[in-house]
């Protein structure tokens, strides 16, 4: 009896941190960024270069997609595996090797598909933490249909030896539940600085290719 009671406790501390984080989940939803984005951060869909230097605006220059070097130059200075430094000295390498005359275009160009092609891997993380927001939202409803089946289960267990077994598998089931989705929703704070991250590379780049223009 007194291991049912310390179960029963256990699950309704359980219970209500499940609530509290699915709180705080909906009152996010009810933002301006949409119903499933759960960062504290705003969500914006799309960088420009505008908000990244204080160059001209690139948006429109599409030419580096038909340069093999240029891509392959943007693929690497992306890339977050690559420390910040080396893809500083791959920028200034990039601007030695062009003609004075030349160099600045070549490196608005390097910025424009820099703009380009960090926005569509930032795309893909945005849409990766929303829909890791979901999948909460479906395991939250999850554990509101187990609770309300265990306060049957309880109810029935008082004369019903079979409701009783019921009961236990059902309590195991709903602490497991509740520990994935408690741990999955710690995870969202560290998910939700990668966008964050990404914006800061792209404007260090950026910062980095305005210091080897004239313009």
Do not use: Y
């Amino acid at each position: 009896m007194e291991a049912a009671i310390t179960r029963s406790r256990t699950i309704t501390g359980l219970i209500a941190a499940s609530v509290i984080a699915l709180g705080a989940a909906q009152a996010l939803a009810a933002s301006a960024n949409g119903p499933d984005w759960p960062c504290v951060q705003r969500r914006v869909a799309t960088m420009t270069s505008a908000q990244m230097w204080d160059g001209p605006d690139v948006d429109d220059l599409t030419q580096w997609r038909d340069n093999d070097e240029m891509k392959k130059l943007i693929a690497l200075l992306v890339s977050r595996r690559v420390p910040l430094d080396q893809a500083t000295d791959a920028i200034a390498q990039f601007a030695a090797a062009q003609r004075s005359d030349e160099r600045d275009q070549a490196l608005k160009l390097l910025f424009a598909g820099l703009v380009d092609t960090t926005n569509n891997d930032r795309a893909i993380v945005l849409h990766g933490i929303e829909r890791f927001q979901q999948r909460q939202k479906a395991r939250a409803a999850e554990i509101e249909r187990q609770a309300a089946e265990l306060r049957q289960l309880k109810e029935q267990a008082a004369s019903d030896e079979r409701a009783r077994a019921e009961l236990t598998a059902a309590e195991e089931r709903h602490q497991w539940d509740v520990r994935v989705f408690t741990e999955r929703q710690q995870s969202i704070p560290l998910a939700c600085e990668v966008p964050v991250l990404i914006e800061q590379r792209l404007f260090e780049l950026g910062r980095a290719i305005r210091t080897h223009m004239s313009e």
